[in-house]
């Protein structure tokens, strides 16, 4: 157990519908990053936030949406679902905003039909 | 932007015998570099990381990696392979300069060791 929990772990879902991943991270990790996987683009950083606030964005769709909470976990909405967006979606937390290890969650692992 | 490549999809080897995966990267100024494992209905796991001084990194389960400044490569090693090293491997670049410290990923090897 790494100590990043994410929640579902598995989700299936119709096109142009709208789900919400949850991630918590490790105890103290104040920074929380989402990368989503898939075979064609391999591992793809979507957004970062640091304490609250959103610190850097990646190749993340209009479509999708994240926060971060006061007790520092975090949610990412995906809305208008294709059947491109079937991946696995990570959470990773580190202790810092800098340049650190990352610590990932088991993922989420969204299928679109 | 930075970039990493890992030109093998997949590495085959003998259990007992070496192993290299190979990794290379793009970046403007100095990089922080990493290895993450990914075994089968897993999150990545830290493997090792070179931030400066000695080019030749240890790191867990055995495995090291060599800093090649001139050659911008960050090759992933083990002198003996075992049958439970069999995963997919990931190299991640971060650069020193820009300030943003978001990690940039391989495309991953796909480690096989047969017994």
């Given at each position: 157990?790494?100590?990043?929990?994410?929640?579902?772990?598995?989700?299936?879902?119709?096109?142009g519908?709208?789900?919400?991943?949850?991630?918590?991270?490790?105890?103290?990790?104040?920074?929380?990053?989402?990368?989503?996987?898939?075979?064609?683009?391999?591992?793809?950083?979507?957004?970062?936030?640091?304490?609250?606030?959103?610190?850097?964005?990646?190749?993340?769709?209009?479509?999708?949406?994240?926060?971060?909470?006061?007790?520092?976990?975090?949610?990412?909405?995906?809305?208008?679902?294709?059947?491109?967006?079937?991946?696995?979606?990570?959470?990773?937390?580190?202790?810092?905003?800098?340049?650190?290890?990352?610590?990932?969650?088991?993922?989420?692992?969204?299928?679109?039909? | 932007?930075?970039?990493?490549?890992q030109?093998?999809?997949?590495?085959?080897?003998?259990?007992?015998?070496?192993?290299?995966?190979?990794?290379?990267?793009?970046?403007?100024?100095?990089?922080?570099?990493?290895?993450?494992?990914?075994?089968?209905?897993?999150?990545?796991?830290?493997?090792?990381?070179?931030?400066?001084g000695?080019?030749?990194?240890?790191?867990?389960?055995?495995?090291?990696?060599?800093?090649?400044?001139?050659?911008?490569?960050?090759h992933?090693?083990k002198?003996?392979?075992?049958?439970?090293?069999?995963?997919?491997?990931?190299?991640a670049?971060?650069?020193?300069?820009?300030?943003?410290?978001?990690p940039?990923?391989?495309?991953?090897?796909?480690?096989?060791?047969?017994?």
């Amino acid at each position: 157990d790494s100590g990043v929990t994410q929640t579902p772990k598995h989700l299936i879902t119709a096109t142009g519908q709208r789900v919400t991943l949850r991630c918590s991270p490790r105890s103290g990790d104040l920074s929380v990053y989402w990368y989503q996987q898939s075979l064609d683009q391999g591992l793809q950083f979507l957004i970062q936030y640091y304490n609250g606030e959103e610190r850097a964005k990646g190749n993340i769709l209009e479509r999708f949406s994240a926060q971060q909470f006061p007790d520092l976990h975090s949610e990412l909405n995906l809305s208008s679902l294709e059947l491109g967006d079937s991946a696995l979606y990570f959470c990773a937390s580190s202790q810092f905003r800098g340049a650190n290890v990352l610590t990932f969650g088991a993922g989420s692992r969204l299928t679109v039909l | 932007a930075q970039s990493v490549a890992q030109p093998e999809d997949q590495v085959n080897v003998a259990e007992g015998n070496p192993l290299t995966v190979k990794c290379t990267y793009s970046v403007s100024g100095n990089p922080y570099l990493f290895w993450y494992v990914q075994y089968p209905n897993r999150g990545l796991q830290f493997l090792l990381k070179y931030i400066t001084g000695d080019n030749l990194v240890k790191g867990s389960y055995g495995f090291e990696a060599e800093f090649n400044k001139s050659q911008t490569s960050f090759h992933l090693k083990k002198p003996s392979a075992l049958v439970s090293d069999s995963a997919l491997y990931f190299c991640a670049v971060i650069p020193l300069e820009g300030g943003s410290y978001i990690p940039t990923f391989g495309r991953g090897t796909s480690l096989i060791v047969h017994p």
